[in-house]
């Protein structure tokens, strides 16, 4: 490290403690933050170019395999797309199943978001793992109630992660009444302990933070007029934004900077945007099932969050809802008459948008007379946040030049994990270089 008047550069090559591999650039002065650069460095996956020629019944299966932690929503968005391009309906019963496997994986997800990623932040520990050692009780309810999660996406998908039991149509095999019974008496065990992580999470000391009304986030999520958005929905923002998937293309773009591998999306009439939890939240609260907004009033948490560093509070008060949905669904089942309506091959194109854990998630995919896949696009949740991240930490470091390197880079890789970015695995390894002279180059 050394010193200048006027210039400061903060490099975290390894960005810890997210999914994939990441790093961070800084660049700032006298006068303010001169650069942000959110760097996703892992190679490009090519997975749209491996589809074009697949089968239209693989891209479940083939899509699975972007993503150990949310496997289930690339699932849902390719099915639901293929669907829409076959003119395919599932029965109520089928897309109630749909809902019920989509509740495992948010569970799952966001339990190992808030316990093993981001409340160490919060606590002052490095890991879990240190944070276990004095907080042994908290971080063993976590892995409880993601025992649960994980539990419905193996009985629904066949197994844990990278399901197979789900197909274009349905499910190769639908779960015995037996087995949803023992699997409800599992939720009900573990929901006590959901309810208890909401108070807890909201208990943490949250840094203030909230942007000015010139830089006010649009939020955009899925809503549907009758529950709260999982796999189904308009798209719609706190701007003014109301579309089908089928117009996502009019609405959004992608451009490549030469920073990142991945691609920022940005909205072509009003650029970065949010998409995730406070935004599923802030635009659908309404649709919590009464005991997750009874918990959230009674911790006092608002109906609107703009605070992103409270976005573990909004996590766990989903996982709570994800709960009473699953309970209710298993509660109310109806089995099927087949598991799966048949399907039959045809040339269209197919539009779908679900809500990932991490946020909005869009596929397309275009297919011939025979099945066959011609063109395909898939917008991840994290390719959607990148820019929004960068804005928020341009805004949020002038109030924290003043701390400690350490204390300043652990402030910044807090603000990136508030949106939970899922690269593509997780690294734990962190290397930071501070240069003050100006003179180093990203």
Not at 108 to 129: K, N, Q, R, T, W
Request: hydrophobic share 35%.
């Amino acid at each position: 490290m050394t010193k200048s008047k006027k210039s400061k550069t903060i490099k975290v090559d390894y960005l810890a403690r997210v999914e994939g591999e990441g790093a961070l650039y800084i660049r700032y002065d006298d006068s303010g933050v001169q650069d942000v650069q959110l760097k996703i460095f892992e190679p490009p996956r090519f997975f749209e170019a491996f589809l074009r020629g697949r089968d239209y019944m693989e891209a479940p299966d083939i899509t699975a395999r972007i993503c150990g932690i949310c496997p289930v929503a690339y699932q849902m968005s390719a099915l639901h797309a293929m669907e829409d391009a076959l003119g395919l309906t599932p029965t109520p019963e089928l897309r109630a199943l749909r809902r019920l496997i989509y509740c495992g994986e948010w569970i799952e997800s966001h339990v190992l978001h808030i316990y093993m990623l981001h409340a160490p932040d919060f606590l002052g520990y490095d890991s879990a793992v240190d944070m276990a050692r004095d907080h042994p009780r908290v971080v063993q309810e976590g892995l409880q109630i993601k025992k649960t999660g994980n539990a419905i996406v193996n009985l629904l998908g066949g197994r844990e992660v990278h399901p197979i039991n789900v197909r274009v149509g349905g499910f190769y095999r639908i779960p015995t009444l037996e087995e949803l019974h023992k699997l409800g008496e599992e939720l009900l065990t573990a929901r006590g302990l959901a309810e208890q992580m909401v108070r807890w999470a909201a208990s943490l000391p949250f840094p203030k933070f909230e942007r000015s009304d010139g830089d006010k986030y649009e939020f955009v999520a899925l809503t549907h007029p009758g529950e709260y958005p999982m796999n189904e929905g308009r798209i719609t923002s706190t701007c003014g934004l109301d579309i089908s998937a089928r117009e996502y293309d009019r609405h959004f773009r992608e451009e490549h900077v030469p920073h990142t591998n991945a691609l920022h999306s940005l909205l072509r009439e009003r650029g970065p945007y949010m998409v995730g939890p406070m935004a599923r939240y802030n635009l659908n609260a309404e649709h919590l099932s009464a005991t997750a907004k009874k918990v959230a009033r009674e911790v006092g948490f608002p109906t609107f969050c703009n605070n992103p560093f409270q976005s573990i509070v909004v996590r766990s008060i989903e996982v709570l809802h994800a709960f009473d949905e699953a309970i209710e669904i298993i509660n109310q089942y109806r089995a099927p008459q087949a598991p799966y309506m048949p399907s039959t091959a045809q040339a269209g194109t197919g539009y779908a948008a679900t809500e990932a854990p991490r946020g909005l998630l869009y596929h397309r995919y275009s297919l011939d007379e025979d099945g066959k896949i011609t063109d395909a696009k898939i917008v991840p949740p994290t390719s959607q946040n990148q820019k929004t991240i960068e804005d928020d930490l341009r805004i949020m470091l002038p109030k924290y030049l003043h701390l400690p390197e350490d204390k300043l880079q652990a402030q910044c890789e807090q603000a990136i994990r508030n949106y939970d970015p899922c690269i593509s695995c997780a690294t734990h390894f962190l290397k930071i270089h501070l240069d003050r002279n100006g003179r180093d180059n990203p």
